[in-house]
C-alpha cells in the first residue's frame, strides 16, 4: 500500500454551469466552477496555494483553438483570473487526462510541497461538427483508416462494441437497460445536462445510428463548463466545512494498444486490468470492497470494459449484469449514479471523480447510495493515460 493512502483529501466541490455553447467565455465559466469548490469546503481564494489540470482542447471537432479563456484556461492563467498569483507555490500541467493531475496535486499536498490545490477541468463544444476530419491529406496511419471512416473516436469505440455484442452473443436490446438507467440517474442530477428529458428503452433502440452498432446515445454529450475539486490534508479537511473523502488509492495506466488499431476489446479490458492491479495493490483492497462505480463513460461500451477489467464482474458479464438491474442505486452495484458523461456531461472525467466524492461524503440527494463507504472512480479507456481513484468515507 502506498504511505498516501487516505492522507489527502477532497474538502471542496464546485461546478459551473454546464450547457451547450453558452454565451459565456470559458473563462468565466472556470472562476465560476472553482470559487464554488473553495466555498464548498468554507474557504477564501487567499487559502488556495496549488493549481492543476489538463488544459489541452480535445484532438478532434471544431477550429482546434488554443485562444486562453476562450478555447483553454491553463493553470498559468487561472491564479491571474483568480487574482492569486502571488501566493501560488505549485502548479501543474498534463498531457493526458486531467485525472493525472489529480494525482499529482494529491502528491503535492501530501509532500508540504502546497496545502490547498484547486484541481479543475474546463471544456467547451467548439464550432462545427464535434468530430469531423477536416484535413484535406490522411499522413501516416490515418492513410490505412481515414479512407474507410475509422478516423474518430466514435467509430474506433463502435469496432470495440460491435465485437463485444458478437463475441458474447448480446443484441443491441441487452444494451438499452444500462442506457435508460444512465438516463434515470441523470435525472435525479441538478448538474445533469439531460435531467429534463426521460428516456425510454424503445428511444434508444430508435436513436440515430453514429457507427453501427452504436448510436447517439451511446455517445457522451459535449457540454460547455467546468467542475473544480479542491484537495487538502485529511487533518486540515476534518476542520473545514464538508466532510473529507479520503483518497485511498489512485493507479496510472501505460498499456499501449499494441495491435496497432486505436482501440479493440481486448486491449481495453487488458489495460483496464493492468489499472485494477495497480490499484488494489496502492489501496490494500479489491472489487469487493467497493460499494459505487463511476466507470468512464465517453462512449458506453467503455462502462462495461471497466468493469470487468477492474474485476468487478467476469469477462462479457457485464451487460448481462446491468440488463438484470444490478447498477441501479439499489442493485448490487450501483454504477454512474451521476449520469457520467452520459447524461451529465464530457468533462474528461471530473464528473465522475465529484460523484465518487459526493457519494461517499452522504451529499448525492435523490441519488445517494445508502451507506456507500468506497466509490471507485476510472477515467479514459483503459490505455495509456488512463487512471483510476478510489474515494473513501472518513471514519
Not at 501560488?88 to 502528491?107: C, H, P, R
Not at 483496464?272 to 463511476?294: F, K, T
Request: charged fraction near 20%; charge should be negative.
Amino acid at each position: 500500500m502506498h504511505e498516501i493512502r487516505d492522507k489527502v483529501a477532497v474538502a471542496g466541490v464546485g461546478y459551473s454551469e454546464l450547457g451547450r455553447r453558452l454565451p459565456r467565455t470559458l473563462a468565466s465559466l472556470t472562476v465560476e466552477a472553482c470559487d464554488n469548490a473553495i466555498a464548498d469546503a468554507g474557504l477564501t481564494r487567499a487559502a488556495v496555494d496549488g493549481v492543476a489540470t489538463s488544459p489541452t482542447m480535445p484532438r478532434y471537432g471544431g477550429e482546434k483553438g488554443t485562444g486562453e479563456g476562450i478555447d483553454v484556461v491553463t493553470p498559468y492563467y487561472l491564479p491571474e483570473l483568480l487574482g492569486i498569483t502571488g501566493q501560488i507555490l505549485w502548479t501543474g500541467s498534463t498531457n493526458g487526462m486531467v485525472t493525472q493531475s489529480l494525482m499529482d496535486a494529491a502528491m503535492a499536498v501530501y509532500s508540504g510541497v502546497c496545502t490547498h490545490a484547486l484541481v479543475y477541468r474546463s471544456l467547451h463544444v467548439p464550432a462545427g461538427t464535434y468530430v469531423n476530419y477536416d484535413s484535406s491529406r490522411a499522413a501516416g496511419p490515418d492513410q490505412f483508416m481515414a479512407p474507410f471512416g475509422y478516423s474518430m473516436p466514435p467509430a474506433w469505440a463502435a469496432t470495440v462494441l460491435r465485437r463485444y455484442l458478437d463475441l458474447y452473443g448480446y443484441t443491441r436490446e441487452d444494451l438499452a437497460p444500462y442506457i435508460v438507467r444512465n438516463r434515470e440517474h441523470t435525472r435525479l442530477n441538478p448538474n445533469g445536462y439531460w435531467k429534463d428529458k426521460p428516456l425510454t428503452a424503445q428511444d434508444y433502440l430508435d436513436a440515430r445510428m453514429v457507427a453501427d452498432p452504436m448510436t447517439i446515445l451511446d455517445c457522451d454529450i459535449p457540454v460547455d463548463g467546468a467542475v473544480a475539486l479542491l484537495l487538502t490534508s485529511t487533518e486540515r479537511a476534518r476542520d473545514l466545512r464538508q466532510p473529507p473523502a479520503l483518497l485511498t488509492g489512485f493507479a496510472a495506466a501505460t498499456y499501449p494498444h499494441p495491435g496497432g488499431a486505436i482501440m479493440t476489446l481486448e486491449d481495453l479490458v487488458d489495460g483496464a486490468e493492468e489499472v485494477a492491479r495497480r490499484l488494489w495493490d496502492s489501496s490494500g483492497l479489491g472489487p469487493d470492497d467497493i460499494d459505487n462505480a463511476q466507470l468512464y463513460d465517453g462512449f458506453s461500451v467503455f462502462v462495461h470494459t471497466w468493469a470487468e477489467g477492474m474485476g468487478l464482474v467476469g469477462r462479457g458479464e457485464s451487460v448481462a449484469f446491468s440488463r438484470d438491474g444490478h447498477t441501479g442505486l439499489h442493485g448490487k452495484l450501483p454504477m454512474n449514479t451521476g449520469g457520467g458523461a452520459l447524461g451529465e456531461g464530457r468533462l474528461h472525467g471530473m464528473t465522475h471523480l465529484a460523484e465518487a466524492v459526493m457519494q461517499v461524503t452522504d451529499r448525492a440527494g435523490a441519488r445517494q447510495v445508502p451507506g456507500a463507504a468506497r466509490s471507485l472512480a476510472t477515467i479514459s479507456n483503459g490505455l495509456s493515460k488512463s487512471t483510476a481513484f478510489i474515494f473513501s468515507r472518513d471514519a
